[in-house]
T-cell receptor, first 113, second 114 residues
Framework: AQSVTQPDIHITVSEGASLELRCNYSYGATPYLFWYVQSPGQGLQLLLKYFSGDTLVQGIKGFEAEFKRSQSSFNLRKPSVHWSDAAEYFCAVGAGYGNKLVFGAGTILRVKS | KAGVTQTPRYLIKTRGQQVTLSCSPISGHRSVSWYQQTPGQGLQFLFEYFSETQRNKGNFPGRFSGRQFSNSRSEMNVSTLELGDSALYLC?????????????FGQGTRLTVV
């Protein structure tokens, strides 16, 4: 069965510092991978996605992620964090037929000034 | 283009009652999925509907059901509510639900069972 692990429940970074959020997945075939962000009381917004091709994908708000098949990882990065990036971030894998997503537990990002 | 609309935004129900939540997808989207979000279990897939047919189902009891109408609007129903059903219920729509589509999420319905 498909699964996603986000090992960090909370991460705190200083504004302007770089960010890396970790994601490991388990899926038998070539995965469809996603990163979503959720602000308090809101739904989820897609940051970026990977289906195939270039393993470094660019997303919105200056985020990027790198797919590493050998490590079953899809880590999210941002070179310089802004206070408005404080939110919860979810990694997800498309679980086969249809549009079912399996989500990780999420990582709460805190940004300190 | 209007986003995914979920109504109501907030609900308070009593144990044993039933509840119906509504989701209007983005115009032209044919796939609607539902998720339950709780602090303990995180985001869990409930079911997906495509062209009025349930295409995928998560691991939830039969008290959770849904349907989709010909205009792609969807409803989910929870019968015999339990305290543990308190959660944020999120609806997501996508054009074809191929798995490669972006899923657009609504703001959710916050259900509190007392």
């Amino acid at each position: 069965a498909q699964s996603v692990t986000q090992p960090d429940i909370h991460i705190t970074v200083s504004e302007g510092a770089s960010l890396e959020l970790r994601c490991n997945y388990s899926y038998g075939a070539t995965p469809y991978l996603f990163w979503y962000v959720q602000s308090p009381g809101q739904g989820l917004q897609l940051l970026l996605k990977y289906f195939s091709g270039d393993t470094l994908v660019q997303g919105i708000k200056g985020f990027e992620a790198e797919f590493k098949r050998s490590q079953s990882s899809f880590n999210l990065r941002k070179p310089s964090v802004h206070w408005s990036d404080a939110a919860e971030y979810f990694c997800a894998v498309g679980a086969g037929y249809g549009n079912k997503l399996v989500f990780g537990a999420g990582t709460i990002l805190r940004v300190k000034s | 283009k209007a986003g995914v609309t979920q109504t109501p935004r907030y609900l308070i129900k009593t144990r044993g009652q039933q509840v119906t939540l509504s989701c209007s997808p983005i115009s032209g989207h044919r796939s609607v999925s539902w998720y339950q979000q709780t602090p303990g279990q995180g985001l869990q897939f409930l079911f997906e509907y495509f062209s009025e047919t349930q295409r995928n189902k998560g691991n939830f009891p039969g008290r959770f059901s849904g349907r989709q109408f010909s205009n792609s609007r969807s409803e989910m129903n929870v019968s015999t509510l339990e305290l543990g059903d308190s959660a944020l219920y999120l609806c997501a729509s996508s054009p074809e639900g191929t798995g490669r589509d972006e899923a657009f999420f609504g703001q959710g319905t916050r259900l509190t069972v007392v």
